[in-house]
């Protein structure tokens, strides 16, 4: 609640429209006990009295009655009336929406058929036919606007509630043995129940406004009664002569709508989900690097080198080491795997080379990142902006959500060709083709005209990397490229990766959680561990005797496939949370070869030989060989 | 011997259609007559590539789903009420994603509680002694009752859907992927819970899972689905090494091994074959190394051996 508040404070607007709303809604409140004349004494020897005169501060209307009392009233009026209304529309709106949206098909379509008659009428004409057949009068014109404004939020519910009916909790409550009625009430309803509040808070004003409207005609609140519409509608004889009969009520219908729209804009911000995860703040295009400037004096040979890499996540005040001093090299044709678990910062190191990382909060704090010699971080935007996708390309693990739904596959390639240089229609076309032939696309013509959704995981996951391809890059970072497939398409594309290597002498990043993946196709491996690289070294070293806990440990953990049924090696405890890292060695509450040393100190990384490193006190003897 | 859990030519057919504006109707079959028989006490497991149908199969399993035709009988009892309230004291599910299948706005004793209230209408007391033993069984702190489910990770939300599906005291629990959304490390972890919880509350198991060495190494007998249809059956110990079908093998062969080199052992630029356009014969066929011209005329019938495995192959590998 306190968070609501917090979040709704940010927006001033809402904030002033929340402050107007209240201080309105306590005048209409306390009106019953406030010294005011009664609203309904007819006084004509004093009629049409301009405001601030004697008596009546706002004035008088045509039959000598005071303006503020009749205003105060008729707000009080205005705004029950149309929160009763809204109310009633939302009850029986939500009620249609989650009964179609819940039990689907035919009575889906039964109702939702119902719902678009009712909508098909004009508003206004609806309400008239229905306050006609029932008769004028306050609570006629209350029903009327309550059954206009029941499809809009039947409509909304009923595609909010059909999101959720298909969601496991809905059927895991179905297998609690919950009746289809309990199943609304306390799994649909609560997690609706935002949407209907929104809905809410954006229609009230235009309910109040309709009731005016109603009233105005003299369909709605009959005379002595005032509410503003119908205090608009008695003053508009004398709208030339005595104008500030209609102002006063204008005014204030003004007034309680903008504040009730300004509210309503706020509620619904805050309870948005998007929002909620700041997806309305732009984030730049590169990575803000904040760092001395690096000292790395000399320039290797060496085609990409990540030296002491440091990345952070700034949220508030809470600062998340999402890459903790982080260093990896990947030679020219070589591939380097990255293997950790969710958390483990192996995605967020990837994605600091080409300064990737969303920002804010993302921020690089210390390293270089030398490519060919010259350190990516020192670039500007601009300059990074050319090389991305030419000299350093991506794989992302879901290629669904990687490649634009409304182009083909051609149109998307040809933007990735086009995207570094000149070239012609023609020749992006060829070149096109010739990518989809490198990664092994059957019928490569056709799939030219093809959308995204009409390929398979495995096909689009190949264009994926076919636009990696487009620049002849030297580097391909592959971030979890085959996770989201089968196992047998996996192997297709584990290979394709491997051939590409071969015949473009392509150097790869891989980051994976197999170590079986790993295995087959590189030449080298970092194990990552709560932001930091705890072991590195060949592949098939590492393999076949680990030198850091961690690495035996979770190879151990992985069942192997041959060996039938048998107990598995798990690790005990949770890794640790990334904004409370311990003072030690982060693996050493679930280390069996913990000793007191390794709770005390950062644990620094040490050569071990045979081109191998490790970071830890005590690590595993390991093989030589 | 009874069966645990038994079905019987087992289908499932959606209504589809060409396109938005077409109006021929036909059906696509998810599930195509599948029988199986799992034995009291065994964890029986089922693999699959995505779109086999091992989640249609399993939703058919509790009562989620009706089948279109077929039977299934639980302890020698037919269930041809597709209702799963009388399914879920007998069977229940484990779902593959945790935090999902809790619903975010209630508490994690709100959500355990469901079962026991309606479907063995406990009272209060007796509910507390049955939620505290639950929550001992699969290592859960009872200070977590009050909690909401994004309060935990992803390793403690699966224990807590576990306890869920074992307060309503079934014999048979259904795993669909249990473990594939979670950590390695935590993987281990649940599937050594599972073991435990199956000695300790005499369970049966139906393992669903895409990842064969898990489905490996805790079931004792394995069946391989392809396309709708069971292809092979066998031991554990045995379908993966000594591949009957040449889609298991095609599946041992690509699941990634450490020290195994990279093979590829099929026709490549192939996938599963197009749902609105059901090959004739055998559906593996387009894929197979192995086929021969019968393969894509005639659908191989199931062949069961003696030893209880099966395979459904006009030229299955020795």
Same mark, same amino acid.
């Given at each position: ?15 002033? +429209? ?33 405001p ?144 209907? !509040? ?29 509410d ?20 006063v ?9 903008m ?45 990409l ?9 700034r ?30 910062g192996?995605s ?5 080379v080409?300064r ?16 060919? +010699? ?60 010739e ?22 995981g ?22 979890e ?43 080298? !491996? ?15 070293k ?38 409370n890292?311990?003072? +030690? ?41 | ?5 038994e079905?019987?030519?087992l ?21 195509? =007559? ?67 299948s809790?619903?975010?706005?209630? =508490?994690i ?19 507390? =002694? ?55 490390s ?133």
């Amino acid at each position: 609640m306190t968070r609501f508040i917090a979040l709704f404070a940010r927006s001033q607007l809402a904030f002033f +429209g929340l402050i107007v709303l209240s201080f309105i809604l306590l005048l209409a409140i306390f009106t019953p006990f406030l010294p005011l004349n009664d609203p309904n004494v007819i006084d004509t020897s004093n009629r049409f009295k301009l405001p601030f005169s004697e008596g009546a501060i706002l004035g008088t209307d045509h039959l000598g009655r005071d303006l503020l009392s009749r205003l105060l009233w008729g707000t009080r009026l205005s705004i029950a009336v149309g929160l009763c209304a809204a109310i009633i529309a939302a009850f029986i709106g939500s009620a249609i929406g989650i009964t179609a949206g819940y039990y689907g098909g035919h009575a889906d379509n039964f109702i939702m058929r119902g719902v678009d008659m009712l909508m098909a009428f004009p508003y206004i004409l609806l309400a008239l036919a229905i306050v006609a057949a029932l008769g004028p009068g306050l609570m006629n014109a209350l029903i009327a606007v309550a059954i206009v404004n029941i499809p809009f939020f039947a409509r909304n519910i009923r595609g909010v509630t059909i999101g959720i009916v298909h969601r496991e909790f809905v059927d895991a409550a179905r297998l609690s043995g919950m009746s289809n009625t309990k199943i609304i009430i306390t799994e649909i309803l609560p997690n609706v129940f935002p949407v209907i !509040v929104i809905a809410m808070s954006t229609t009230v004003g235009w309910m109040i406004l309709e009731t005016a409207g109603l009233s105005f005609l003299g369909l709605g609140s009959q005379p002595p009664q005032a509410d503003l519409g119908s205090m608009l509608g008695e003053a508009r004889a004398a709208i030339i002569t005595s104008p500030h009969t209609s102002v006063v009520p204008g005014i204030m219908i003004l007034i309680i709508v903008m504040a009730i729209n300004l509210v309503g804009d706020g509620v619904r911000d805050v309870l948005d989900p998007r929002l909620k995860s700041g997806a309305l703040s732009t984030p730049r295009s590169t990575t803000e690097v904040s760092k001395n400037k690096s000292n790395t004096g000399l320039k290797n040979q060496i085609l990409l080198s990540i030296n002491a890499l440091k990345t952070e996540f700034r949220i508030g005040d809470r600062i998340l080491k999402a890459v903790d001093d982080v260093s990896l090299t990947v030679d020219k044709g070589q591939c380097l795997g990255i293997i950790g678990e969710s958390g483990s910062g192996k995605s967020v190191t990837a994605l600091s080379v080409m300064r990737l990382v969303s920002s804010p909060p993302g921020v690089i704090t210390n390293g270089s990142i030398d490519f060919n +010699g010259g350190d990516l971080l020192e670039l500007s935007s601009e300059d990074l902006r050319a090389f991305r996708g030419k000299k350093i390309s991506y794989v992302f693990q879901d290629p669904l959500s990687t490649l634009h739904p409304l182009y083909t596959v051609g149109q998307q390639l040809s933007e990735a060709i086009q995207s570094n240089s000149y070239v012609g229609k023609s020749e992006k076309n060829k070149k096109a083709l010739e990518l989809l032939k490198a990664v092994r696309i059957s019928n490569p013509e056709k799939r030219l005209n093809s959308y995204p959704h009409e390929l398979s995981g495995g096909m689009r996951q190949r264009i994926g990397i076919a636009m990696a391809l487009a620049n002849d890059p030297d580097i391909i970072i592959a971030d979890e490229p085959t996770t989201a497939l089968d196992v047998t398409v996996q192997a297709q594309i584990l290979k394709l990766f491997q051939d590409l290597r071969r015949e473009k002498g392509l150097a790869l990043v891989f980051i994976t959680h197999d170590f079986g993946v790993i295995s087959q196709i590189c030449d080298k !491996v970092a194990v990552m561990y709560a932001g930091k690289v705890v072991e590195i070294g060949p592949t098939a070293k590492i393999l076949d005797s680990p030198a850091h806990p961690y690495t035996a440990r979770l190879k151990s953990c992985v069942p192997e496939l041959g060996q039938g049924k048998r107990n598995l090696l798990a690790i005990p405890g949770f890794p640790p949370m990334i904004d409370n890292m311990p003072s +030690g060695c982060a693996f050493a509450s679930r280390c069996q070869k913990v000793k007191q040393n390794c709770y005390l100190t950062a644990v620094d990384f040490t050569n071990i030989g045979q081109e191998r490193g490790v970071r830890c006190l005590f690590p595993e003897e390991i093989k030589a060989g | 011997m009874v069966s645990s859990l038994e079905f019987d030519k087992l289908s499932k057919k959606f209504p589809a259609r060409k396109g938005a504006l077409s109006l021929s109707k036909f059906e696509v079959t998810a599930v195509n =007559t599948v029988s199986l028989k799992i034995k009291p006490g065994e964890t029986f497991g089922l693999v699959g590539e995505s779109g086999c149908g091992k989640s249609t199969l399993a939703k058919m399993l509790v009562g989620l789903l009706k089948p279109t035709s077929g039977r299934i009988i639980i302890d020698g009892e037919i269930f041809d009420k597709s209702d799963p309230k009388i399914f879920g004291k007998k069977i229940q599910y484990v779902f593959q994603d945790p935090i999902s299948s809790l619903n975010p706005r209630k =508490t994690i004793r709100q959500i355990i509680e469901a079962p026991l209230k309606n479907l063995h209408g406990m009272k209060r007391p007796n509910r507390d =002694t049955r939620i505290k033993e639950l929550f001992d069984a699969v290592n859960l702190r009872l200070d977590f009752l009050d909690r909401y489910p994004h309060e935990f990770s992803g390793g403690q939300a699966q224990r807590i859907g576990i306890a869920r599906a074992l307060a309503a005291e079934p014999k048979i629990l259904v795993l669909d992927e249990p473990v594939s959304a979670l950590d390695v490390s935590i993987q281990a972890q649940v599937l050594n819970l599972l073991e435990e919880l199956k000695e300790k509350f005499g369970l049966t198991y139906f393992f669903i899972s895409h990842d064969l060495s898990v489905v490996e190494a805790v079931s004792d007998r394995v069946a391989v689905m392809y396309f709708g249809s069971i292809v092979e059956v066998g031991t554990a110990k045995e379908i993966f090494s000594k591949p009957k079908h040449p889609y298991t093998k095609l599946l041992a062969d690509s699941a990634p091994v450490i020290g195994k080199p990279l093979t590829l052992n099929e026709k490549s630029g192939y996938e599963l074959p197009d749902i609105l356009n059901p090959p004739i014969g055998c559906a593996f066929s387009e894929r197979c190394v192995f086929a021969k011209e019968l393969c894509s005329k005639e659908t191989p019938i199931f062949h069961e051996s003696k030893n209880g495995s099966a395979v459904s192959c006009h030229y299955p590998i020795n």
